[in-house]
């Protein structure tokens, strides 16, 4: 646990981020899972991952509807953190101990799988103008792993690949057992005393 909560952003990451060699050696500290989504490496990471953030989760919120669409990012914060600490340690296995030893942070491997949930679910044939080119919706999560890392080489390739794993999983029903169902969230809409918002939050 950090040994003070008012320390600098620069030295409260290092206690928050997910860090499987860590995790491993203190397994007390698996929260890192989720708190590592919510910590960002300053206000120009967390900026540009909100800006995305406003881009992808609207409609998907719409679709869904606000309480699963709030249950959706949290499963997918618990889920993309297992599949990154079962994907490093596998990677340690393969002699590449990188992913391992890695500190990492930011809700980027959430915004991922929203992405890739969007890309997944569009009609076949659907494209999307990338830098004025054609691609095809579903490879399009890909191109912008691959844009990504062309213009931020530091940044957590790991983190961002499981988050369009853990798309792909949602999409192809693997995560539905622990997903809310439309009726189970009509229900408990309906039975809170809370207003209910008339369109997204």
Known sequence: VPPSWSMSYREAWKHLCISPRVIWSRPAQVYRIV???????????????????????PGLERAMGTLRYVHLIAVLVTVLGL????LACLALLLSEPRFFNECAVGFSGVLFALLSIDAYSAPPGASVHVFGYQVPA???????????????PNASILGH?????????Y???????????????AYLENSSP??????FV
Request: proline share 7%; glycine share 12%; hydrophobic share 45%.
């Open 83 to 86: 599949l990154y600490l079962a």
């Open 194 to 199: 809370l207003p209910t918002p008339p369109s």
């Open 171 to 185: 999409q192809q029903g693997s995560l539905n057992i622990i997903m809310l169902s439309p009726t189970t969230a």
């Open 138 to 152: 579903k490879w399009y999560p890909w191109s912008q792993l691959l844009i990504c890392q062309l213009l931020i």
């Open 161 to 169: 690949l499981v988050g369009i794993l853990g798309g792909f999983l």
């Open 35 to 57: 708190t590592s989504a919510f910590t960002h490496g300053g206000l120009m990471h967390i900026g540009f991952n909100m800006l995305n953030f406003v881009q992808t989760g």
